[in-house]
């Protein structure tokens, strides 16, 4: 398997432009989440899916960020409108249930000018 | 809802010198307790885990960790440090129990190995 992977690896936008965050996790993973890394923040947990379904998304910092997982195979981040702050290291994760690690992709480098 | 701390930011050590990276954390149930690495530019690699069992897990790279129930600690551990250990840290706790597998990080330890 190739592990997790996340496209685009850098990103540019303009503020107030739409930005997709896309992930397609390991084969036969049922967990999917989704980090942001910033300097000031750490790692934060922005949403975790069990199974394709939103278990917890309490760490999506506002409205303009949403995710979808609309089957096994891939989930996106969507950020609309985007803003300077939004800025950072985003990763998505994923693993089996039980005991197991996570695996994380590459992460996608966002910035907002 | 589970946390993680690691209260130092930044850890020095001279190679060939025994370190330790700090971790308490904090959980309602059992513990799922996790280290991971993270090189510049990359995504972080799995280090070791403790689930259940010795308290004493062996992981990548020379690494160990030991579990303490009654501090809450996960220290991470190495008899003999290298400069290429040089890197992020990072703690992770999962809650080991059906229904709850949000997977919640410490804010990382910088650590710096030099010749």
């Known amino acids: 398997d190739a592990g997790v992977i996340q496209s685009p690896r850098h990103e540019v936008t303009e503020m107030g432009q739409e930005v997709t965050l896309r992930c397609k996790p390991i084969s036969g993973h049922d967990y999917l989440f989704w980090y942001r890394q910033t300097m000031m923040r750490g790692l934060e947990l922005l949403i975790y899916?069990?199974?394709?379904?939103?278990?917890?998304d309490s760490g999506m910092p506002e409205d303009r960020f949403s995710a979808k997982m609309p089957n096994a195979s891939f989930s996106t981040l969507k950020i609309q409108p985007s803003e300077p702050r939004d800025s950072a290291v985003y990763f998505c994760?994923?693993?089996?249930?039980?005991?197991?690690?996570?695996?994380f992709g590459q992460g996608t480098r966002l910035t907002v000018v | 809802a589970q946390s993680v701390a690691q209260p130092e930011d930044q850890v020095n050590v001279a190679e060939g010198n025994p370190l330790t990276v700090k971790c308490t954390y904090s959980?309602?149930?059992?513990?799922?307790l996790f280290w991971y690495v993270q090189y510049p530019n990359r995504g972080l690699q799995f280090l070791l885990k403790y689930i259940t069992g010795d308290n004493l897990v062996k992981g990548s790279y020379g690494f160990e960790a030991e579990f303490n129930k009654s501090q809450t600690s996960f220290h991470l551990k190495k008899p003999s440090a290298l400069v290429s250990d040089s890197a992020l840290y990072f703690c992770?706790?999962?809650?080991?129990?059906?229904?709850?597998?949000?997977?919640?990080f410490g804010a990382g330890t910088r650590l710096t190995v030099k010749p």
């Open positions: 994760a994923t693993f089996i249930r039980g005991n197991t690690e996570a695996f």
């Open positions: 899916f069990n199974n394709n379904v939103p278990i917890d």
């Open positions: 992770a706790v999962r809650e080991g129990r059906l229904g709850n597998n949000d997977m919640r």
């Open positions: 959980v309602s149930g059992n513990p799922y």
